[in-house]
């Protein structure tokens, strides 16, 4: 939630003529805050409490693109982002804690909630900073808890993610060692 604080803040913060400005990843401004809607609704929508019922697409670009043609105005979009975090917090928050079992639908394989939190605020925190340089800002770097449940993230999908483009080494090991405020240690 806190990610989606500091993201809400750089978007208020976005002047009329930026919106049509081009981030590093090709949308406009305004196309990539209404990607951000389009991706916090998909998650909504896979705990069950969907905040656009009538846009079911569940592949990335093809959501993108369906909110890209239905909300023009940058209002709209915020207004959709911002209704499908709170659904998601409000979701999170009725659970005492998230249970280790608690998985989700999401982009096509079944992940744990919280791990889809955790890739939720790190694309918040990319996609501020892509916003930061429309708006002539520098880039940010999150809390140090965020920073290292990335980083947990990161090193607990290594594995599974070399299976995928099949380089792994069957038996064999290695260090994964990141330093700096968020790091750690992982044997992967």
């Known amino acids: 939630v806190a990610a989606a604080v500091r993201l809400r803040s750089t978007v208020d913060a976005l002047d009329p003529v930026d919106h049509d400005v081009v981030t590093a990843n090709g949308l ?3 196309d990539l805050v209404v990607h951000l809607a389009a991706q916090e609704s998909l998650f909504a929508q896979a705990l069950g409490i969907p905040t656009v019922p009538d846009i079911v697409e569940l592949e990335v670009e093809a959501r993108t693109a369906a909110f890209v043609a239905r909300f023009h105005e940058l209002d709209d979009a915020v207004d959709v982002w911002r209704r499908s975090v709170e659904a998601v917090r409000a979701w999170v928050s009725e659970r005492d804690s998230l249970d280790d079992a608690a998985t989700v639908a999401w982009l096509g394989s079944e992940l744990p909630v919280d791990g889809v939190l955790v890739a939720r605020a790190f694309q918040n925190w990319l996609h501020r900073d892509d916003l930061r340089e429309v ?3 520098g880039p940010t770097v999150p809390p140090v808890v ?3 449940g990335m980083a947990e993230l990161s090193a607990a999908i290594l594995s599974p993610g070399l299976a995928v483009v099949e380089r792994t080494r069957p038996g ?4 994964l060692v990141l330093t700096g405020s968020g790091g750690g240690e992982w044997l992967v």
């Not at 064999?172 to 260090?175: G, I, M, V």
């Open 146 to 148: 965020e920073l290292h």
């Open 28 to 30: 406009s401004a305004r």
């Open 135 to 137: 708006q002539g800002r």
């Open 172 to 175: 064999a090991t290695a260090p």
